[in-house]
């Protein structure tokens, strides 16, 4: 006889932050422009929806990433919590201090894993986009502000294929040494597979000990919630994750949506793991952004009825 899926104890379940990435990484490659006033509301809805800490914009070149070019215009009128933690991407020393200047509460620095795809998506060489990262990571510490370090492309890039895993971890390893907030692992254009995810964070984490490491997974293979899945069995307590799966890189051909929030925080609750998310909020929050975007959004979660009490879509 079938009985009900149960989930162990409250004392038993891990605790897994999902950071959200939608107003920046969801939004970057979509053509469509989403107005000041709609990127607030979605960080309203995300915050409704138990975000904590938010990638809120890019300080990025606006020519390269119109959809970014309100950036200070959206830290000016993002609601103000002690509770929350608004993040500004920055690929430079120029993006930095504009961040800092807009008031943003974390930097989000980024280094690339391979040489071409840093030179296409920031103008820098591997080497000097780690660099220019960790030097990035010290002004914040001395404005009295936290950063974060992702290395991007650490499971293939788009122009060289694949990336040697003792690359990722000398990267890791050498970010480690800026003390960042935290390192995350990118899969920028969703080549990865859990094996890969697990084997990745193993070598890294031999490397770099307890250290603080987020994960981050694009889904443009289908293999993205999996790698989540992946990256908690392997310790990982930090997730990305995109309101409706909304996402993609202007400079990687055919890299599609982030895994998504709601998708995401699902498969964690069902799992046994708790989350910051509500899973309602944010599915309303999906429906909410998909008809702000005039399109379908990824997200399976939010287009499935609810089961077992969860995933009621309001």
Known sequence: MATRFESPTDEALPMIEIVEVSPRDGLQNEQTLLSTEDKVSLIEKAIEAGARRIEATSFVNPKKVPQMADAESVMTRVPRRDDVTYI????????????????VDELGTVCVASDEFAARNQGQSSAESLDIA????????????????????SFGCPYEGTVEPERVVEMAKAAAQAHPREI?????????????????????????????????FHNTRNTGIANVWA???????????????????????????NVATEDVAYMLERSGCRSNIDLVRAIQASHWLGRAMDKTLPSMVARAPAFDGLGAQG
């Open 88 to 103: 500004g991407l920055v690929l430079n020393r120029r993006g930095a201090e504009r961040a800092i200047a807009a008031g």
């Open 184 to 216: 995350a692992l990118a899969d920028t254009i969703g080549v990865a597979v859990p094996r890969q995810v697990e084997e990745l964070i193993g070598l890294v984490r031999r490397e770099i000990g307890d250290f603080p490491l987020r994960a981050h």
């Open 231 to 257: 990256a908690v069995e392997a310790g990982v307590r930090t997730i990305d994750a995109s309101l409706g799966g909304l996402g993609g890189c202007p400079f990687s051909p055919g890299a599609s949506g």
């Open 134 to 153: 960790c030097e990035n990571i010290a002004l914040a510490s001395r404005e009295g502000l936290s950063a974060q370090i992702t290395i991007a492309a």
